[in-house]
């Protein structure tokens, strides 16, 4: 890192918050690979999660965007985490064509404990649960949700292991997540980056990525060494490989790129790369959207939400707050019943 100004979008590249796809046919594989960094230091000093915290979700998010941006339509992709550990709850989505939104939350004295017992590996923070990845793509399409299994697994393991079990696609995935110093304008800023690479192994024949029978019916519980689900064939034992020289900094190092990380890594093979796919920091919350979860509220409910003569509703992702008149729902109700059933009809 000799000089961290280095900025690769200036030179024709796709620069940081940019998917870029790529494609190595000699080998038959196909992926995406991403640096974040100004959209991902947004939403981290945005939440001012303690450090442990941030480099979770960080690692979420990295993962979110590769996967969702590889929809084919319109909609939306949801990672989400349902666990027993300080970080008992993490969300992440990522909603066509470009927006990303995310938060975690966590309990403070096991957090605390956490850190003083040096307990901080994302394993050890998530503890033991589920991971739910939804895929929904509006009317046209059915909505696609995939469970995996936290237990114990990094959240890269986990990613692999969906696609294991939803896809059956032979997947590598890497992630990093960093904090470097800037020189700025009052000495140094530190800001939040990360990386990540998804490369996937589809050939034309089928055949070659024939699998063997699974052993009785659903895929193994947490699926040991993933690998041996799959015929092992030279050109993905090769992409496996190559993805495991990667080193968690070269893969979020601003100097480096995603283009020059890909050469670096597939130059042998020859590799290619397509359009840049841009992904930013946004919200999809409004007022219109919460007042329609509000309305959907009973009269009891209403009532219990009043504080200081209104209601406040702060959208957990991106911090919005919005403020209502009571008076807005309780019109409407039809004569004031207060026992009104929530979301009748
Ligand atoms: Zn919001």
Redesign the pocket.
Known sequence: MADPDLSLGEFGYAGDDAVVPFGVEALDARGRAVQLGPMLDKILSRHDYPEPVARLLAEMIVMTVLLGTSLKFDGKFIAQTQTDGPVDLLVVDFTTPSSV?AYARFDEAKLAAAIESGETSSEALLGVGVMALTVDQGAYMQRYQGIVELNGASIEEVAEGYFRQSEQIPTAIKLAVARIARRGERGFVESWRAGGLIAQFLPDSPERMRMPDLPGGDAPEGADEGEGMFEPDDAWIEVRALVDTIGASELADPEIGVERLLFRLFHERGVRVFTPHPVDDE???SRDRIKDVLSNFSATEITESIEDGRIEVT??????AYEFDPEEFAKGAGGGDAEGEPGEG
């Open positions: 939104r919200c999809s919350c959208c957990e992702f991106c911090g919005e």
